[in-house]
């Protein structure tokens, strides 16, 4: 999931059949498992990756074992997600990869593409799925009854990086650690590790899971474009592109480089790198 | 209050007595009256200005009207907060200027300050107020029997940008029209005349009433520090400093100027420069 970038094409394949062919409109996130929405809060074993899709119906559903004749010679030997011999789909895969070819095949097979009309009219953002997340997680918290009203109140506001989780950062961090900006007004308190992820009110409201950011690097530092070694080194993904670096005027500050890091922030930031970080594959 | 800005010290006169010294900590946000809170959405006339401010307790409350003998000769003869004939407020002014004398002489008076305790850690920002502003609406909005379904839940997802709102601005506007950047990863849905501040679905969903920005744009945009003539000229407030300018790398993208608005635009955008905008002050 975390390989496919914007811009790619997808088939679904399911019950032996291919019905819709999509495309990817953001890159993967973190994200519960649907089926355990209600259990947020126990930790990464739940959490899968989510990848934004706009999807589009094929007229003519096609059932990939009935086209073995044409399908078959150009289906990969090894990985293929769907089996050469009898047309059935590989039940290890969830997504995986299959040549231009092949998708070009299905396609046509499929006649032609008709929209799926619905609630969302823009291509879905990852930013549109963590928010739901987000509101799911607050609404808990809202109702939880283990913890204080003042413990509540903290925990919510800390979703925006308000209230105390942002006082507790300000004690430890002064300034934009990549562009330098002090002024309060502008700068936002980013969890290290995201809000919705951390596991107790400890964590929403611990100064070290904090940064103070300006806000296009916030976003960046959110998205995953970004993040932090632990000698405070600045990782830039390979997937985030020149021009938009040069536009968001960043070309000289993404070369800077923060304090080291206490270990109370090394064990975010690790967080950070492994879930968030949009790494470079292949 | 909007002639405020971070740092200014302010007192809190009230029933006779000056009581509490405060900090201003951020610039005044137009905000609905508290005691029409629910009754958002008819307007302007109930917006009035919240100027965040910490306070803290004079330990022993003043009362001018029996301090006047020193009182009175630093008392300005016109336009007086305290009437320097009996020591009573004048009751026309919400928030007005005193010299640092009178400041310094009320707060000595006053003997010494004590920090109030309370559920606000931190100095409270324009975001605080704001987002409690917005949350409020969302509930509204929720359970507003006068709109559909998808009304609701496109009015709510335009609060962050997203959904059929964002897809209205992308029709209109491409890029940012401060940096330039197209990356939709990054680029911000913003509302020109603020989403708490819509009167109907129909505004908080105009693809009239947006823009697309970089986050560091919107933020500026959102905070007033910038707003846009119609001719699409780039208003940059003089209180926005200019190191924040270069910290945010902007130097060149704020002397810009996108294309010429759209009288649609215009209506918003004239909204946006009247109560958003900080305007320069004395």
């Known amino acids: 999931m975390r390989v496919a970038n914007p811009g790619d094409r997808v088939l679904s394949f399911a019950k032996t059949m291919v019905s819709f062919v ?4 953001d890159f993967a996130v973190l994200a519960p498992q649907p089926a355990e929405f209600g259990a947020l809060g126990a930790g990464w074993a739940n959490n899968g990756w989510l990848l934004p899709v706009r999807w589009e119906r094929l007229l003519k559903p096609v059932r990939p074992a009935s086209e073995l004749r044409q399908l078959a010679p150009l289906l990969p030997s090894r990985y293929s997600p769907i089996q ?25 097979l499929g006649n032609r593409i ?56 300000e004690i430890l961090e002064r300034r934009c650690r990549v562009t330098g ?22 964590e929403r409201l611990d100064g070290h899971n904090g940064l103070l950011l300006a806000p296009h690097v916030d976003r960046l530092f959110d998205r995953g474009f970004i993040s932090f070694e632990d000698d405070g080194k600045i990782l830039v993904s390979s997937r985030l592109v020149a021009d938009d670096i040069r536009c968001l005027g960043l070309e000289a ?10 270990t109370k922030h090394a064990q975010f930031l690790e967080f950070h790198r492994a879930m968030i ?6």
Not at 146 to 167: H, V, Y
Not at 253 to 262: K, S
């Open 277 to 282: 970080y949009l790494r470079s594959y292949g």
């Open 84 to 108: 050469s011999a009898n047309g059935k789909g590989n039940q290890k895969m969830y997504l995986a990869e299959i040549s231009v070819a092949v998708f070009d095949l299905l396609v046509k």
């Open 181 to 202: 900006l002090t002024n309060e007004s502008l700068l936002i308190a980013s969890h290290i590790k995201p809000w919705r992820f951390c596991v107790s009110s400890v």
């Open 114 to 169: 008709e929209k799926i009309d619905g609630d969302l009219p823009v291509a879905p953002s990852a930013a549109i799925f963590t928010e739901a997340i987000d509101d799911r997680e607050a609404e808990r918290i809202r109702n939880d009854d283990s913890l204080s009203i003042t413990e509540r109140k903290q925990s919510i506001l800390a979703r925006r990086g308000q209230g105390r989780f942002r006082s507790n950062v």
């Open 22 to 25: 999509g495309t990817v409109t």
């Open 253 to 262: 500050a993404l070369a800077n480089r923060g304090g080291t890091f206490t």
